[in-house]
């Protein structure tokens, strides 16, 4: 069976990304992987303060519309993203790791789990609730991650966001992912701080068990 862990490309990027420019960017990279003339992508990056929309969004749940707010393309409902959280964006080709959405997003959970639980932080998947959440010792469980992903012809977009130093205040112009009866938190807030390379380096020792989970349903058809 080819190995496929191998041929992705990962990429860090230094500074904020703009929100319109990652788009275009993910977008662009679909199509090609689509047509077979680019890699698979793994690309981390920090985006300037902003809302987005997923595609089940109610505007009832944009509260204050005090940074701008983009329409994503992606599954869920509202989201913070800003500076302190790191974000991945993966653009991955499913026609070759089994054509199992579900898979998929229970992998990612999975990956974005085995990270935190690398850098000190106990998280976990909640029955009913989307995302990845913690024990927070102020704020009782909370989210700490979200999931949101797209999927054309076989290839994913979107990702994870992961909240490691937010201003968590920046969260209160929104209902987050429409879950009113939790809170937010992040590593900080935990007493956990880290910077975007631990962390990086906790979720690139992840990958292969990430994409191990990603291919199970290839494993057991071989």
Avoid at 125 to 150: F, H, L, N, Q, S
Wanted: charged fraction near 20%; charge should be neutral; glycine fraction near 10%.
């Amino acid at each position: 069976m080819t190995d496929l862990r191998e041929g992705i490309e990962w990429r860090t990027a230094p500074a904020p990304v703009d929100y319109a420019q990652a788009l275009a960017e993910m977008e662009t990279r679909v199509a090609a992987v689509q047509a077979g003339t680019a890699p698979e992508l793994a690309w981390l990056l920090e985006h300037p303060p902003l809302y987005t929309a997923g595609t089940s969004a109610d505007t009832a749940e944009l509260i204050d519309p005090r940074f701008p707010v983009f329409a994503a393309g992606r599954g869920g409902r509202y989201t913070y993203h800003g500076p302190g959280q790191r974000i991945g964006y993966l653009v991955l080709d499913l026609g070759r790791r089994g054509r199992d959405v579900r898979c998929f997003v229970h992998a990612l959970e999975g990956w974005v789990i085995a990270a935190l639980a690398r850098i000190g932080i106990d998280a976990f998947r909640a029955d009913g609730r989307i995302g990845i959440w913690t024990r927070d010792p102020v704020r009782g469980e909370a989210k700490i991650g979200a999931i949101g992903v797209r999927v054309r012809r076989w290839v994913t977009m979107h990702g994870f966001s992961v909240n490691l130093s937010p201003d968590l205040a920046h969260f209160g112009g929104i209902v987050p992912c429409g879950i009113a009866d939790y809170g937010v938190t992040s590593a900080q807030a935990l007493g956990k701080p880290h910077d975007f390379a631990t962390f990086d380096a906790a979720l690139a020792l992840s990958l292969p068990a990430f994409l191990d989970a990603l291919s199970c349903r290839l494993q057991n058809e071989a």
